[in-house]
């Protein structure tokens, strides 16, 4: 193995489905890993460009920051095109079952380790955005890959099935603004911020609500 820990990212653009509505979005893929092996996180709208990102490495898991459609839509094509499980906490098995009704997925859990490269991906359980919604903790590199949790300007959005504000709120508190001030926060969607940028708007975002 190289051992160089690199993280490559991918965007890819479709259609976010939940409460009967649908919304135009691009989304954020990231890869984690070395020149020989690497995990994907998320798995948006289209598996050529992830697929091309891969760049023939070994692909030890597709791992769902959670289960919206619009992160999990081509998880099951990954999983087979590139023989890797799929991960999802499964406290958001209702919402991967609408897209993927038969398809399998392994369980992730609160503080799980993937290791990848040497290193170690924590998974980092913050309900809210979704009851099983997770962000991934990269220690070596001081990178939180937060998915729908947490962006640029405030939380994820907690208007429809499945989500709470309050809910949201105290995950953020409790397991992401406790990371180190410096800790880049690569997003689900848009551009990425640090935990140091966001940690003074908390009350700001509370006042405001969802």
Do not use: K
């Not at 091309?52 to 490495?57: F, H, P």
């Amino acid at each position: 193995m190289s051992g160089t820990l690199r993280i490559d990212h991918v965007t890819t653009s479709g259609t976010f489905e939940l409460d009967g509505g649908a919304w135009d979005v691009d989304n954020n893929i990231w890869l984690v890993g070395d020149d020989d092996e690497v995990v994907i996180i998320d798995a948006a709208h289209a598996a050529a460009p992830i697929i091309d990102s891969v760049d023939g490495r070994h692909v030890r898991a597709v791992i769902c920051t959670h289960g919206h459609n619009d992160h999990v839509t081509v998880a099951p094509e990954l999983s087979r095109r590139l023989d890797a499980p799929i991960l999802l906490h499964p406290g958001d098995d209702p919402l991967w079952r609408m897209t993927h009704p038969e398809e399998p997925y392994r369980d992730l859990e609160d503080g799980q380790r993937i290791t990848i490269a040497g290193t170690d991906l924590e998974a980092i359980r913050t309900p809210g955005h979704s009851p099983g919604s997770i962000c991934l903790y990269l220690p070596e590199a001081g990178v939180l890959f937060s998915g729908d949790t947490l962006f640029s300007g405030g939380p994820g959005a907690t208007g429809r099935s499945f989500s709470d504000f309050p809910t949201i709120i105290r995950s953020i508190r409790e397991r992401v603004l406790t990371l180190p001030g410096e800790t880049r926060v690569h997003t689900g969607h848009g551009e990425g911020t640090t935990v140091g940028g966001e940690a003074p708007h908390l009350e700001e975002w509370i006042a405001r609500g969802h």
